[in-house]
């Protein structure tokens, strides 16, 4: 863990880098995802969103996950393959996240933000790919399974969350679509790599 591969190091610089901007030049409304409809959507946020983050915690506990699990899939699919996960698996999480609250919950999403769609998809690719690789957890300091650690890191996101401010819907989103992607190439016989 922590030995960072050279595109997740770029995307925690992107990501520090943004949220230094969001702190200093206002960036959030421009590149956070405003519900569709709203006179404040563009469809470039579906992209932007992955980027901003709504504070110190939010980003440090989005980038210490990146770190811990990102250069694994990294190593284990080369970096053009990891990049198309990880965009593919963020952006689907923000599309699930905006269609759903647009079709059946007309104005009650507010803004979206944070590359924890992205982050759901890793962590369900990880458990896929690496099912029985144990991780010790911080807190309790226990060894689990990665096929379990995604369902109990799932499970703690919505259970601790009693503010609502959360995009669980967009976290399911993540980890669907990298369910989706990780079976396709399977079917294909691509999961390993290029």
Wanted: proline share 5%.
């Amino acid at each position: 863990m922590f030995r960072l591969t050279p595109l997740v190091r770029t995307l925690i610089i992107i990501n520090v880098v943004v949220f230094l901007l969001q702190q200093f030049v206002g960036l959030t409304p421009y590149i956070s995802l405003w519900p569709i409809g709203s006179g404040a959507f563009a469809p470039y946020q579906f992209f932007t969103y992955m980027f901003a983050h709504g504070g110190i915690g939010h980003i440090f506990f989005n980038m210490f996950a990146l770190a811990s699990f990102a250069p694994i899939l990294e190593n284990h699919w080369g970096d053009k393959k990891f990049l198309i996960f990880y965009l593919a698996t963020g952006m689907g999480a923000a599309i699930i996240y905006a269609l759903v609250n647009y079709y059946f919950f007309p104005g009650a999403g507010g803004i979206m933000l944070g590359a924890s769609g992205a982050l759901y998809g890793i962590l369900m690719a990880f458990g896929m790919i690496f099912p029985n690789l144990e991780i010790m957890l911080l807190f309790p300091p226990i060894p689990i399974k990665a096929k379990y650690m995604v369902f109990l890191i799932g499970f703690l996101t919505y259970a601790m969350d009693r503010s609502g401010s959360v995009a669980h819907l967009a976290h399911f989103g993540g980890a669907f679509i990298a369910f989706l992607i990780i079976t396709a190439w399977r079917s294909g016989g691509s999961e390993r790599g290029y």
